[in-house]
């Protein structure tokens, strides 16, 4: 499990995985999808969701 914060606002959110298909190389990119996420967020305007859903292994470029 680790954490995520956002650099422009101080939110601060938990990413985690199932035990059975924990894999740190796709968390970490799950992170850094995360954190530019936040960042248009911020440029619309908008307020970070309570719960974001994470693109899958297959969907992450």
Known sequence: ?????C????????LSHDVI???AALA???MAWLL???VWDHIQENKHKAVITL???AEMK
């Open 1 to 5: 499990m680790n954490v995520v914060v």
């Open 7 to 14: 650099s422009q606002c101080g939110q601060r959110f938990t």
């Open 21 to 23: 298909s924990q894999d």
């Open 28 to 30: 970490e990119r799950q």
């Open 36 to 38: 530019d996420h936040f």
């Open 55 to 57: 693109p899958a292994s």
